[in-house]
């Protein structure tokens, strides 16, 4: 547990708190709780006045669920006997089968607006590169078969590249959260990223209008930039990437 006086994260609220980090980012815009904003959208916190603050109202969380198949443990041979099924897509996560709807229109947008700043960039900055969108699979041993919704395998990871699926971490992996994936993009994927040494994962969440950047920092994820609403994030380990998240949200 944090100092009482001690300014700390929205993460490290989140985790004091048992709440998720979306509803800390939720709380901040709507000034729910008192914060020190330290520069530009860097916002800091002091638990003992955040737990003040919130004693006049009841917190609730989302559960979030989703559907999962049997206690079998799946492999990648598996998967691929799976039969079709319009409307949903499937995920095998540390050998257990899951199974969501695809994604809504808003979903798509974003993709596709990140998409096309990403490929603008990387198209100067790593030719040899390539960006990919969902539905692709990424294979990790035989356990983890994932579908990030956007991802970038460096020119120097060509060989990962096979006819049907990505076999190997890429350089950077994006997922873009809704109320049925938030929780396992922010947990389950993420700590199966981190394992694969996956080097940049970011996390994108167009409800709450914000955009989360993590680095591998001596083998553990730590986040490195973060925006929200109009902010324009400037990514440290990419030179000249920045990202104008309202361009991300326009009609939305």
């Known amino acids: 547990m944090p100092d009482k006086n001690e300014l700390i994260t929205a993460h490290d609220l989140a985790d004091s708190l048992n709440l998720s980090v979306d509803t800390i980012w939720r709380y901040t815009r709507e ?19 955040v737990i003040h603050s919130l004693t006049k109202s009841t ?44 994604p809504n229109v808003m979903h798509q947008r974003v993709s596709r607006r990140l998409q096309r700043i990403l490929e603008d960039y990387f198209w100067q900055a790593d030719p040899e590169g390539e960006i990919f969108d969902a539905p692709l699979d990424v294979t990790f041993h035989q356990i983890n078969v994932v579908q990030p919704d956007l991802f970038y395998v460096s020119g120097d990871q ?15 992996v994006i997922e873009i959260l809704s109320p049925s994936t938030s929780h396992k993009d922010r947990l389950k994927k993420l700590r199966i990223y981190q394992n694969a040494q996956v080097q940049h994962y970011w996390l994108v969440n167009h409800e709450e209008r914000t955009l989360e950047c993590f680095s591998l920092r001596e083998g553990i994820y730590a986040i490195i930039a973060t925006g929200m609403d109009e902010d324009v994030v400037a990514h440290p380990d990419f030179t000249g990437l920045s990202i104008p998240l309202k361009e991300l949200w326009k009609h939305i």
């Not at 000034?31 to 006045?49: A, C, F, N, S």
């Not at 060509?158 to 971490?169: Q, R």
């Open 31 to 49: 000034k729910k709780i008192p914060y020190v904003e330290l520069g530009p959208k860097q916002y800091r916190y002091q638990l003992t006045d």
């Open 59 to 102: 917190i609730y969380e989302k559960t979030t669920q989703y559907n999962s198949d049997t206690p079998k443990k799946y492999t990648y041979e598996d998967y691929l006997k799976l039969p079709d099924q319009p409307g949903y897509r499937f995920e095998v996560l540390e050998g257990v089968l899951i199974k969501e709807p695809s």
């Open 158 to 172: 060509k060989s990962m590249v096979k006819d049907t699926h990505i076999d190997g971490a890429p350089k950077l």
